[in-house]
Each structure stands twice: as C-alpha cells, then as structure tokens.
C-alpha cells in the first residue's frame, strides 16, 4: 500500500463524487471544486513519483501526453470540460494503484478511463433491457461513469481485462 496514494485517492474520489452530484443536477462542474483536491493530492503525488514510480521517465512522459490527449478530446467537444479535468487529475495525481486491485491492473489511469468508457456503454443497453426504447439523448451525464469507473479500478482493476478473461 502506498500511503500518499490513498490519500490522493480518498480526496479525488470525494471530489468526484460531489463533481458527479452536480453534475447531474445542473449539468455543470465548477472549476473552483477542483482546487482543494489539486492542493492536497499534488504534493502527494510529487512524493509518489519522486520515490515510488521506477522509471521515472516514461510514467511522466506517459501522463504528459494522455492530459494532451484529454484536451484535444475535450476541445474536439467529445466530452465536456469537468470530464477532461477529471481524467487529467486523476492521470497526474494517480500514476500508481494505491494498493493492490482483485482484478487485473494496467496503468491506473488507463484502467480508470476503460472502466468509464464500458460503464457508459452498458448504461443505454440496461435502460433497453428496462423500457425496450432509448431516449434521445445520453441519460447520464459522463462525470458519472468516470466516478463509477475510478471506484471499480480502486476496488476491482481493469473490467475489460476481466470480461476478456471471462470470454477466453
């Protein structure tokens, strides 16, 4: 277990729950509800790769080019700005599992963004099965699935590792 990262967990996992409350009810995420999380969990992350990410290197390439992916995604409007900062929080301040996940585990923030993608995904295939006809348009707002996401990586690992295994 890696102490700074349950921290950071702890705190971007109750900023995205308030993140995901308001979300869905006014469709808009505050900037300002980022900074404490950023305040607190940016000096634990620096502690975690300073001591813990070996190699250095790539983790900090890998993150500097998956926040410049995000951005363009959100700039191309295919997710809105909250998600982008979300995912991006999470890529910074995450680089490591804070400790050892049930299911398989790839790069935390990959895992995160997978499990995010099936679970909303599964959304409007579960409200087909319910009521046999989809809305017009996306039922739940995507800062949702990524707070479901990010709790199945905490407490699971990667689900799309998981079903392949079932599959195989």
């Given at each position: 277990m890696i102490l700074p990262a349950v921290i950071c967990a702890l705190v971007i996992g109750l900023t995205l729950i308030y993140a995901s409350y308001l979300d869905h009810r006014d469709r808009r995420v505050a900037h300002r509800i980022w900074k404490p999380a950023l305040i607190i969990a940016l000096p634990l992350a620096a502690y975690t790769y300073i001591f813990k990410v070996q190699p250095l290197g790539p983790h900090i390439l890998a993150a500097c080019l998956a926040c410049s992916l995000l951005y363009l995604l959100h700039r191309q409007h295919f997710f809105g700005g909250a998600d982008a900062y979300a995912l991006m929080i999470i890529t910074i301040c995450l680089p490591l599992h804070?400790?050892?996940?049930?299911?398989a585990q790839v790069w935390f923030p990959t895992t995160v963004m997978l499990n995010a993608l099936l679970l909303c995904v599964a959304v409007p295939v579960l409200?087909?099965?319910?009521?046999?006809?989809?809305?017009?348009?996306y039922p739940v707002p995507f800062m949702i699935p990524i707070t479901a996401g990010f709790f199945t990586a905490l407490f699971y690992g990667d689900i799309f590792t998981g079903i392949l295994s079932l599959l195989l």
């Open positions: 804070p400790w050892t996940p049930i299911g409200i087909f099965l319910k009521k046999d006809k989809l809305p017009g348009t």
